[in-house]
């Protein structure tokens, strides 16, 4: 039998994680869907050789703990222990039934040699790789249809060491495009908490044609300059909870997705069901976004008790011609916003295409879109609306919002085009798109 590394892991590991969310709004925490599992049966990294040196290559020792953990099939899971030191290793992959559970000072470090890096074929609901067309470089942690997944520990660190990546990016020496630092697809009750994650070569974490998945107690961190580190993207995914996280990156924090024009339309995996809470965090990008890939569309999603700073947008939903799909009954509440260049932007008019083949009559439509109880300090443009001609976005409800900044007459508070709202209780007062309906219907509670 193999040797045993502690005799005991801290138990509060199972009060940390409970649960992914169910609808949105219920209730004030997510639980009940992903219950959090004791894994009696318990191995190491060190059981298959991996040392924690920073400098051995540990992609084998991976390998084969995790190979292991799947044809044991032991009843309940296994857990795979990372104990303190940094084991450095190239992609690899998860499987079903396991926890990968990080030491306080434990360190997952990805190799920075990319010559490698395995290619897997892009997202159905993309049609090719994000950034170019053709195959996609795999991500550092990736899984597909897998089914109780943990990603836990004692806030060890995940470092994804993308800087070399970046660098290729900036150099436009890339050949494929870049890997996610972790990505699960096609999977089910997954639970991701209790980690930091660092230096993400794309985007951090990417959960695709997934359902009843929670983020929950994790720091992600990269360079405000980094590009396209997104924090956390939903993409084509249901019943996801986001809480009580922080996130500095060089992109959006949270960003809901659904596909990507016409691949994304004839994919039809909507994103619903997004309760995102208590994020707290800074970038030059958007803090809470929906888009712009929203092809399959987005619907139900919650955003409450979000706290940003140093941010280009505070909330951002973005879509554009060619994107089809519907965006609606998206809530945001109790957002607090300071150092901000623009606090509100809804927009027909963002994002590239993949392709020549999009439908320019794939027209989205934007509706029921509330968002209440916002505050702002050193907001230079409170907000930005424009929609479609051909699709105006409607039910704009905004309500007790108040983003104070420098007053300029060659920039209007706000600018608004082929939208139709209502407007309460706002400051500086909205366009006149916003301020002829003044029902109470616009504003029932979430």
Same mark, same amino acid.
């Given at each position: 039998m193999r040797r045993f590394f502690r005799s005991i892991l801290p138990c509060? @590991? @199972?009060?940390?994680?409970?649960? @992914?969310?169910? @609808?949105?709004g219920e209730w004030e925490t997510c639980s009940g869907i992903v219950p959090m599992k004791e894994r009696s049966n318990r191995i190491s990294i060190a059981d298959f050789g991996g040392v924690g040196d920073g400098k051995t290559l540990n992609t084998k020792a991976f390998m084969e703990a995790i190979y292991e953990i799947q044809h044991l099939n032991r009843s309940g899971g296994t857990l795979l222990y990372i104990p303190a030191g940094v084991f450095l290793t190239g992609p690899f992959n998860l499987t079903s039934h396991m926890t990968l559970y990080l030491d306080k000072d434990a360190v997952i470090k990805a190799t920075q040699d990319t010559t490698n890096w395995p290619l897997i074929p892009p997202l159905p609901s993309y049609g090719r790789g994000r950034e170019l067309p053709g195959e996609r470089y795999v991500s550092f942690i990736h899984g597909d249809g897998l089914r109780d997944v943990i990603i836990t520990g004692e806030n060890g660190t995940i470092d994804g060491q993308g800087d070399v990546w970046w660098n290729m990016w900036r150099q436009r020496t890339l050949q494929f495009t870049r890997p996610n630092l972790i990505e699960l697809m096609n999977s089910r009750a997954i639970i991701i908490s209790n980690v930091i994650?660092?230096?993400?070569?794309?985007?951090?974490?990417?959960?695709?044609?997934?359902?009843?998945?929670?983020?929950?107690?994790?720091?992600?961190?990269?360079?405000?300059?980094?590009?396209?580190?997104?924090?956390?993207?939903?993409?084509?995914?249901?019943h996801v909870c986001i809480e009580d996280s922080y996130i500095s990156t060089g992109d959006d924090l949270v960003a809901v997705k659904s596909g990507w024009d016409e691949y994304g339309i004839a994919y039809g995996r909507p994103s619903h069901g997004i309760t995102i809470r208590r994020v707290t965090g800074s970038s030059p990008f958007a803090g809470i976004a929906v888009g712009s890939e929203t092809s399959?569309?987005?619907?139900?999603?919650?955003?409450?008790h979000i706290t940003l700073s140093n941010m280009g947008v505070g909330i951002h939903i973005k879509t554009n011609i060619g994107r089809g799909g519907v965006i609606k009954n998206i809530s945001f509440s109790n957002v607090y916003m300071e150092k901000t260049r623009t606090g509100i932007r809804i927009?027909? &008019?963002?994002?590239?295409?993949? &392709?020549?083949?999009?439908?320019?009559?794939?027209?989205?439509?934007?509706? &029921?879109?509330?968002?209440? &109880?916002?505050?702002?300090? %050193?907001?230079? %443009?409170?907000?930005?609306?424009?929609?479609? !001609?051909?699709?105006p976005f409607t039910n704009i409800c905004l309500s007790n919002i108040h983003l104070n900044g420098p007053k300029s007459p060659r920039n209007p508070p706000w600018k608004c085009s082929d939208a139709v709202g209502a407007a309460?209780?706002?400051?500086?007062?909205?366009?006149?798109?916003?301020?002829?309906?003044?029902?109470? !219907?616009?504003?029932?509670?979430?």
């Open positions: 509060c @590991a @199972a009060v940390l994680l409970l649960a @992914a969310c169910s @609808a949105v994650f660092k230096n993400s070569p794309f985007w951090n974490i990417h959960p695709v044609y997934c359902s009843n998945v929670v983020v929950r107690y994790v720091t992600i961190l990269a360079p405000t300059d980094s590009p396209n580190t997104d924090g956390i993207d939903p993409d084509s995914s249901s399959g569309g987005v619907t139900d999603v919650l955003a409450e927009a027909g &008019d963002v994002g590239g295409h993949p &392709d020549e083949k999009f439908d320019p009559n794939a027209i989205p439509i934007v509706q &029921d879109i509330k968002i209440r &109880d916002v505050w702002g300090e %050193q907001v230079l %443009q409170p907000g930005w609306i424009r929609g479609i !001609a051909k699709s309460v209780k706002v400051s500086p007062s909205p366009c006149t798109e916003l301020t002829r309906d003044q029902s109470g !219907a616009c504003f029932s509670p979430f």
